[in-house]
């Protein structure tokens, strides 16, 4: 067979895809993110205006105004750790939303190119369902060393830390505890005690940072720059068993229906 181009990176749609991943997360940055920049700030005004809402309840000849004022701490308080929460949620469901576009866009366009060659919807179903490490394995049957970079690094990460996010405790929580322990808020900071720490921590102690969303979504970008323009079918090498198997099953089956 002739060598030709099994996969394709047009440098016009890489450029789209890359623009539409920066627009969403400068957005998300803008109205999102930033919203929570003064958490601090908010917490003391919500206590100013506890005190100002119950002041009209204050009896100076019977009433404790350090009372009054250690409830309004307690009010400042639970508002603060109320927003903290939203705050850690909203950071979270940004960078899931920045994963998942991504990962769909992938498989998307692996499947367009395979079907410029290849006709047959058992490969295609198969590329749209194996999971995120079957895919790097057949990015890099390319010759493509991507898991020597940095940004698979935070790609995986970002793949781990979602599904503990999306589903709790399980095998994910104990890959990112194993493998990506700095998205873990350890209940107890003491270097002394880190590591029992670290095994009291569970799936709702998920912590990120700003600069957390900035590496990833930089990730996103580097690994559109980084697909190669051009694929051939001789730099193909050790495809996947699973790309495989599920080409050679559309071939038979195009072969049955043809002889049939």
Known sequence: ??????????????????????????????RLLSR???????????????????????????DDPADSYEAATDVGIEFYELLTEMRDRTRLSVIAGMFHEWDKQLRDWLCSEIMRWHS?????QRVWSVD??????????????????TYHQNLDGCRVLVNVYKHGDGKSFQDLRAYYPRYIEVPCSDPAH?????????????????????????????????????????????LPSWFEVALHKDIELRNRETSA
Not at 3 to 23: C, E, G, N, Y
Not at 206 to 223: G, M, P, R, W
């Open 194 to 238: 880190l590591e029992w720490s670290r095994g009291l921590a569970d799936y709702t102690n998920l912590k990120v940072t700003v600069q957390d969303i900035e590496a990833i979504s930089d990730a996103i970008v580097t690994f559109w720059e980084s697909v190669p323009e051009n694929v051939y079918v001789s730099q193909v090498i050790n």
């Open 36 to 62: 929570f920049e003064n958490i601090d700030t908010e917490a003391e005004q919500e206590m100013d205006d506890w005190l100002t809402e119950t002041s009209h309840m204050f009896d100076p000849d019977r």
């Open 120 to 124: 047959g919807e058992i490969l295609r």
């Open 1 to 30: 067979m002739n060598d030709f181009v099994a996969f394709q990176m047009w440098k016009p749609f890489r450029q789209r895809l890359i623009k539409s991943h920066t627009f969403y997360f400068e957005q998300a940055r803008q």
């Open 132 to 149: 995120f490490t079957k895919i790097m394995d057949l990015l890099e049957a390319f010759g493509w060393e991507i898991r020597k970079t």
